[in-house]
């Protein structure tokens, strides 16, 4: 059972291009999260929403624009990227926003995009 | 900075061995989780641990919480194939969720 969806699954775009990962979560939860996973380095956090309020934004560029028009959706707008900008990018939803690291998080499976 | 460390990064073992992972912090957590996560999927929640000394159990999974609650232990027993895959463990010293680097375990058959 997947209750959070993540589309497009792969995505390949040059560092000039404009291009949106989605996420979509049926399960009820208040607050979503972006994470994103390079090779041998730990999932890094990007950004959490609470009932479609940004908390958090880990000093990610402003490259990386996210978007969260409802508690179900979540999007994450990418534009003039990097090479080192390659990475799974994980979007994960909780029933409320995890503090005290005691809430599950439910992921989707990840966009993994690569950058030309 | 606070961080989790993960212990072994990488682990390929035979079906049917034993092996522990550990993940550990200068910090103290009031819980502490852990994930699995396959090829192509995201990660999946096994369990979380709260009090300091608490076991918890999960088939042949054994999930151990340090008595400072810095650091929590997991060990498989009897490994199987579809054990494989990257296991994280995760916890929010001072209200950031922050996740270890994984441990990779491969059990060949």
Request: hydrophobic residues 30%.
């Amino acid at each position: 059972e997947t209750g959070v969806t993540q589309t497009p699954r792969h995505l390949v775009m040059g560092m000039t291009n404009k291009k949106s990962l989605k996420c979509e979560q049926h399960l009820g939860h208040n607050a979503m999260y972006w994470y994103k996973q390079s090779a041998k380095k730990p999932l890094e956090l990007m950004f959490v929403y609470n009932f479609k309020e940004q908390t958090e934004n880990n000093s990610v560029p402003s490259r990386f624009s996210p978007e969260c028009p409802n508690s179900s959706h979540l999007f994450l707008h990418l534009h003039t990227l990097q090479p080192e900008d390659s990475a799974l990018y994980l979007c994960a939803s909780s029933q409320v926003v995890a503090k005290r690291g005691n809430q599950p998080q439910h992921f989707g499976d990840g966009t993994r995009l690569s950058i030309l | 900075t606070q961080l989790l460390e993960q212990s072994p990064q990488f682990l390929s073992i035979q079906e049917g061995e034993n092996l522990t992972v550990y993940c550990n912090s200068s910090s103290v957590f009031s819980s502490l989780q852990w994930y699995r996560q396959e090829p192509g999927e995201g990660p999946v929640l096994l369990v979380t641990v709260v009090t300091g000394g608490e076991v918890k159990k999960l088939k042949r999974l054994t999930f151990q919480f340090g008595d400072a609650r810095k650091d929590s232990s997991l060990h498989i027993t009897a490994a199987q194939p579809g054990d494989t895959g990257l296991y994280l463990c995760a916890g929010a010293p001072g209200g950031k969720l922050i996740f270890g680097q994984g441990t990779e375990l491969s059990v060949k058959p």
